[in-house]
């Protein structure tokens, strides 16, 4: 086991040396570049040519990426330009990452919660009203895009019926104490429950248009592994002993069908932050997402390449817990 997380430490090692040197590239070959975001309409010759000496732009291409990399594993990655100006773009990521992981977390729970049960389900009762509906509601979950089915609960529920807030991560008017940027977690650790009950109450809507995806991806790969796993001869022959309905479904259906669905539910964490973009933009969240997409519309270079590289980052690991998780229930994949 400790030889295959170790090899596993190593390739996700190669997978960031690899990124890190295609996102160098990528933001060197934007239009403007890192000088023009700075100096804007007032750029001279005189003054390009000053701040790309001070910034080192002037030196070779591999000098550069040295120097970047060598920035990067002390952790700085300069000055925000645009989306706070002069705070360190490192400082913005951690901010705004405790938002992020919030919804994340409800988006997956929502969808593994719904997800696993409704695709065993559904694949228990093959081809019945349950299944056909199940089926249907997926592909609308699929079909629908992130943002449109955001505005539309946006205004259903928070506009129309003013059952839900509209937007943000907390009323203004709840006076809360910050320990760990985790708003549901700060009001619990110091007892201001009503503040941990607003910041839950701002989570429902931008954690389901955020789950509809990962709900409906789940769904279907646990109906069809398990439906896969219900035509196995050692299905019918565990029947045939007389096991009991619980002990098949939890050590031979279930327990095979998780193989496919734990690396889906993995590839779906990772995923999570594409989503999160358009999720925090109507919802105006202020996690990783929206900071993204600021970055982008501002050419704020030094955000954007520290969001990038700790998006691939939390996705390269998230896939290597995957990975350990799939090694322990399948001890062949150690072998392999």
Known sequence: ???FIVRR????????????LLLFLWLRSLPGGTVSAILGERATPQSRAAMEAQFGLDQPIWVQYGKFVGRVLQGDFGPSTSVLPGTDALTIFFQRLPATIELSFFAMLIAIALGIPLG???ARRRASLLDNASVIFSLVGIAIPVFFLAFL???????????????????????ATRVTGFFVIDGLITR???????????LVLPSIALASIPFAVIFRITRASVLDV??????????SKGLTNRVIRGRHILRNAMLPVTTTIG?????????????????SFGGLGEALALSF???????LQVLILAAAAIYVLVNLLVDIMYAVIDPRVRTR
């Open 1 to 3: 086991m400790l030889r």
């Open 153 to 175: 609960l946006k205004y259903v529920f928070a506009i129309k019926l003013g059952w839900l807030p509209v937007s943000g991560r907390q009323s203004g008017d709840v006076d």
């Open 120 to 122: 065993y389900f559904a």
């Open 9 to 20: 430490l190593v390739q996700m090692v190669g997978v960031l040396v690899v990124l890190s």
């Open 297 to 303: 519309e501002r050419r704020d270079y030094p955000v």
């Open 230 to 239: 219900l035509d196995e001869d050692y299905i019918r022959t565990a029947e």
């Open 192 to 202: 201001e429950f009503d503040a941990s009950w607003d910041a839950l109450k701002h």
């Open 267 to 283: 590839l779906q964490i990772g995923a999570l932050l594409a989503g999160a973009v358009l999720t925090e933009r109507v919802f």
